[in-house]
């Protein structure tokens, strides 16, 4: 993910609906649409977004570079 682009985790995880909610471990790093899973770059590094649907635990990696 390289800023100033930005990437939706719906696209990733097509199962998951507007119903779930997305956290960001380090929001230094990315930040996450609470309910768009919509997830912006910051600086460089590397962070976990976390989803949450129907009870289950989703996460995804991000690693942002290019930033500096």
């Known amino acids: 993910?390289?800023?100033p682009y930005t990437l939706s985790l719906?696209?990733?995880l097509p199962i998951l609906t507007?119903?779930?909610t997305?956290?960001?471990a380090n929001?230094?790093?990315a930040t996450v649409g609470v309910k768009t899973g919509?997830?912006?770059a910051v600086k460089s590094g590397k962070t976990t977004v976390?989803?949450?649907y129907k009870g289950n635990?989703?996460?995804v990696e991000v690693e942002v570079a290019g930033i500096n």
């Open 10 to 12: 719906h696209d990733a």
């Open 22 to 24: 997305w956290a960001c």
């Open 18 to 20: 507007t119903d779930a």
């Open 50 to 52: 976390t989803g949450f």
């Open 1 to 3: 993910l390289h800023s």
């Open 57 to 59: 635990l989703y996460t």
């Open 38 to 40: 919509v997830v912006t």
């Open 27 to 29: 929001e230094e790093i």
